[in-house]
Every structure is written in structure tokens, then in C-alpha cells.
């Protein structure tokens, strides 16, 4: 089945509304991905080494067994931070890893 950018792009730009009308929201922060492997064919080093040469930074979390990528700070802007998720997704799926969602953090 094919991955629905459309429905993924809509809950971000969604969740990003929601999360500029609750609090302060950062011009510039550092965003997480979260992926997780999509059977027991996920090649976790490829992901890593992927993610990586795109400018990523990684972490493989193998006691709850996901992937999460950082990149930033970057500019929140709709279009940016979707450049982004969309970039990170394209690659775990070439790996047989799924997407599960981000989050905001600044430097402090």
C-alpha cells in the first residue's frame, strides 16, 4: 500500500495550528521524528546512515525499539517543517520503517 503523503501532510499542518495557538511558539527549534520498523525486515543502519548523510542526526532507542531523527534548528514554518517530515518519511520507507509523529524543542 502506498504511503499517504496528503493525509500526513494535513495532520502536521494541523498539529502545528493547534500548537500556535496554545503557547509560545519558537521562529526557530530543533524537530524530532519518530519512526518505527515496519516488520523484521527494517534495516536500521541504512536508515541511520540515510538520515544522516540528509543532515539528520539519529538515535536508534532499542529498548522501545523506534528511530528518531533530529534536524535544526530550522525555521517553523508550515512549508519547512513539512520539507523536512516529508524528507525523513521518503527515506525510512525506503528502509521499511513508518512514520509516528515529531515534536519541538529549542536550545536552552
Do not use: C
Not at 495550528?17 to 536500521?44: H, L
Not at 543532515?55 to 520539507?83: C, K, S
Amino acid at each position: 500500500m502506498a504511503h499517504d503523503y496528503e493525509e500526513q501532510r494535513a495532520e502536521t499542518l494541523e498539529s502545528l495550528a493547534e500548537m500556535r495557538q496554545e503557547a509560545d511558539f519558537p521562529a526557530k527549534a530543533m524537530v524530532d521524528f519518530q519512526f518505527y520498523p515496519d516488520g523484521f525486515d527494517a534495516n536500521w543502519t541504512g536508515l541511520a546512515t540515510a538520515l544522516q548523510a540528509a543532515g539528520f542526526t539519529t538515535v536508534h532507542h532499542e529498548d522501545d525499539e523506534y528511530f528518531e531523527a533530529t534536524i535544526g534548528p530550522i525555521e517553523t514554518t508550515d512549508e519547512n517543517i513539512w520539507h523536512w517530515e516529508k524528507l525523513g518519511t521518503e527515506i525510512a520507507l525506503r528502509f521499511d520503517f513508518l512514520p509516528d509523529g515529531w515534536g519541538l524543542f529549542t536550545e536552552e
